[in-house]
């Protein structure tokens, strides 16, 4: 039982410049974090992963977990469909371009791209377009991101990118009214980096899946610089665990353990914002505990 104490008087002007949403506790969550719902912002159900993992078990694994809720996107889409169809409470559909032979390294010269992409937003209920790889940025493939970008605007549901820093300035470029989730938070992008980034674009979210130990220092302590971005942009980033191959799946408690870990460091309000309340607001949906044992 934490005692609740008001420390406004105790902000730091570090904090004020820095613009964080101020919580009225600084005090960490600690334990309690293990009450909280998660929203899971990065499952992938790849198709080696079908049989080792009917859907029945991805939501025990998700219910085990306290996964209320995930984001998921498949490669190929139908990975994604089946898990929405077993647990509709549950699964939030994004659309992966990738299938067949279009894989992350050629997807956007792939034939048949666009139509491929707009036939299945137009046949299920997908809530955002990713999660997609630009590994470098090649004008060529800037008519195609162009139309992807429309989709997304005109659908009104976030993209969800892997790149670096320069890829999401150019969709940002091309289709300035996105929303975009920026995948395992830039990647290898510094944390300070990633805090230029979301100053620099207002409807820049990220998903922190693999920078777990990144954001947690050694000794149980958050990182200074995560621990600063985490706290000034905490109604933008989301946790995720990115199950993109079986071992993933595999360890999954491992990886939401590690994940609530960090979690138990931060203010409550803050926790609660990344396990799931900003999740909530970016898809419009409620998320709690009773959707456990659900589907
Ligand atoms: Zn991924």
């Not at 609740?4 to 105790?10: A, D, E, H, K, N």
């Amino acid at each position: 039982m934490y005692v609740r104490r008001s420390t406004f008087g105790l902000i730091c002007a570090a904090c004020l410049c820095a613009g964080s949403a101020l919580a009225d506790d600084d005090h960490p969550i600690g334990e309690a974090v293990h009450t909280l719902p998660l929203f899971d912002a990065h499952i992938h159900y790849k198709q080696p992963a079908w049989d080792a993992y009917p859907p029945s078990s991805v939501i025990e694994l998700m219910d085990k977990n306290g996964v209320a809720m995930s984001l998921v996107s498949s490669t190929p889409d139908e990975g994604t469909i089946k898990l929405l169809e077993y647990a509709p409470d549950r699964i939030v559909p994004e659309l992966r371009p990738y299938h067949g032979s279009a894989g992350s390294s050629n997807w956007t010269k792939s034939p048949g791209m666009e139509d491929y992409l707009l036939e299945r937003l137009d046949k299920y209920p997908h809530e955002g377009l990713g999660e997609f790889h630009i590994h470098r940025i090649d004008p060529t493939d800037e008519p195609l991101l162009r139309k992807v970008t429309e989709m997304a605007r005109s659908r009104n549901i976030p993209i969800h990118i892997h790149s670096g820093a320069a890829p999401v300035d150019l969709l940002y470029r091309l289709e300035p009214a996105l929303t975009i989730i920026w995948a395992h938070a830039g990647m290898s992008e510094p944390a300070i980096v990633v805090e230029e980034m979301m100053a620099k674009h207002p409807t820049l979210y990220a998903d922190t899946s693999f920078r777990e130990f990144d954001i947690l220092s050694s000794g149980q302590r958050l990182d200074p610089d995560w621990e600063r971005v985490l706290k000034r942009f905490s109604k933008r980033f989301m946790v995720g665990t990115d199950t993109w191959i079986n071992d993933q799946w595999a360890r999954y408690s491992e990886l939401i353990s590690i994940n609530r870990q960090w979690l138990s460091l931060l203010p409550r309000e803050i926790a609660e914002r990344i396990a799931y309340k900003n999740a909530e607001t970016l898809f419009g949906r409620s998320i709690s505990n009773q959707q456990i044992g659900t589907r």
